[in-house]
């Protein structure tokens, strides 16, 4: 899904990866199945990060065992195929000259090896801008894990499924979108499209903007033919880098349309005219 040039790990130990992290094989689908997921907690006693991931892993986590580990743990038992793991990573792009730094939710097969970024990765998801304020992306984790846990049953059924750029398989879902309905945060808007008015000129299905208790409401109820719009992108003044798009099912956890750009004059920080039009077709 994505070319990096390098990933830090956010304990504060370097992780370096050169290329795409490799995806798992069929017998490797199968460990991660029958393994217990070791959700790795910040090196740090104030991480709001720990205490967000914890209570989203105890409310959605279901698909395997899970326990919260130290990264002295990790370290350990990533070498061990009965384990696997819900990594936070810092990433940044080849292509993106501002050399932008995103927060990535990993979750990783355990495996004998030398470097982390051998480890299989059975699903990798841009979770947010590095530096961004935690409470910007933390209501959106039960949808995210959810969604990881979806897929990751999809490709032990059929392991063919797996593979590079394995998030825009979920773009055949796409003419399902417009039976639906989309929630979206006002800010998550480019300018072009950032009313109601505006998008109604463009796309004829139902679109509401929201508040992000909205949108909480939305995933504990799952509620019925709804998406939210999962939207990362640099924060503040910065007008350059990725900006990621994805469209998440709440009542049933599917994705149903991934994309992303690179910010500059004509294709702003938000969901844009152009997405619109791709899922009006």
């Known amino acids: 899904m994505r070319t990096y040039l390098t990933a830090i790990v956010l304990f504060l130990f370097p992780l370096l990866m050169s290329g795409q992290a490799p995806f798992p094989d069929k017998d490797e689908i199968k460990q991660f199945t029958v393994s217990k997921t070791c959700v790795v907690l910040e090196d740090d006693p104030f991480s709001s990060f720990n205490s967000y991931i914890k209570a989203a892993v105890k409310a959605y986590w279901t698909i395997t065992p899970y326990e919260f580990i130290e990264i002295a743990d990790f370290n350990v038992k990533r070498r061990k195929p009965e384990y696997s793991f819900i990594v936070l990573t810092q ?25 982390i970024g051998e480890m299989p990765e059975i699903c990798a998801i841009p979770l947010s801008f590095a530096g961004e304020d935690d409470m910007d992306y933390s209501y959106k984790l039960g949808a995210v894990l959810l969604f990881m846990q979806k897929h990751a049953k999809m490709i032990s059924e059929d392991p063919s499924l797996t593979g590079r750029k394995y998030l825009k398989y979920y773009n055949k879902f796409i003419p399902e979108v417009q039976s639906k309905t989309i ?19 463009i796309y004829s299905g139902k679109v509401e903007i929201v508040t992000e208790n909205d949108i909480i409401e ?32 709440v009542d049933d956890s599917n994705m149903y349309y991934y994309n992303q750009h690179m910010i500059d004059k004509s294709t702003p920080n938000g969901l844009l005219p152009a997405d619109l039009k791709r899922l009006a077709k």
């Not at 501002?98 to 939710?105: H, K, P, Q």
């Not at 929630?183 to 000129?201: F, T």
């Open 91 to 115: 990433t940044n792009f080849e292509k993106d000259k501002s050399n932008a730094l995103f927060n990535f939710i990993n979750l990783l097969q355990g495996k004998n090896v030398g470097r």
């Open 183 to 201: 929630l979206v945060k006002q800010e998550d808007l480019s300018p072009e499209i950032a009313s109601i008015e505006k998008i109604a000129g």
């Open 218 to 249: 939305a995933i504990n109820k799952k509620t019925p033919n709804t998406l939210i719009l999962h939207k990362v992108g640099p924060v503040g003044d910065k007008k350059s880098g990725y900006c990621f798009k994805m469209l998440i099912g």
